[in-house]
């Protein structure tokens, strides 16, 4: 059964950081790209960070470049969000997501990242 668990959101002040991990199972993990999404209130969900199998390309939303990092320990069944330089416009609650798996890909369950004062 494949999952994949989110974790690491949480309440940040303006510029700070997190680092969203999400530990995937059931599948073959080191043969899949990952994104991260989010979804804001009241918006659509939008694709934020992109990474291919062997972790060689990434890909980002313009709205986070050079603010977040995707990357992935295949070694250990994971990939991350690294967060810095937070603003309240990045407020929203962040999923894992894996589109090839399976026939309409896997979403995690997702984790809240909250920036404000």
């Known amino acids: 059964q494949v999952q994949l668990v989110e974790s690491g959101g949480g309440l940040v002040q303006p510029g700070g950081s997190l680092r969203l991990s999400c530990a995937a199972s059931?599948?073959?993990?080191?043969?899949?790209?990952m994104n991260w999404y989010r979804q804001a209130p009241g918006k659509e969900r939008e694709l934020v960070a992109d990474?291919?199998?062997?972790?060689?390309?990434?890909k980002y939303a313009d709205s986070v470049k050079g603010r977040f990092t995707i990357s992935r320990d295949n070694a250990k069944n994971t990939v991350y969000l690294q967060m810095n330089s937070l603003k309240p416009e990045d407020t929203a609650v962040y999923y894992c997501?894996?589109?090839?798996?399976?026939?309409?890909?896997?979403w995690g369950q997702g984790t809240q990242v909250t920036v404000s004062s």
């Open positions: 990474i291919t199998a062997n972790g060689g390309i990434t």
């Open positions: 997501y894996a589109p090839y798996v399976g026939t309409n890909g896997y």
């Open positions: 059931g599948f073959t993990f080191s043969s899949y790209r």
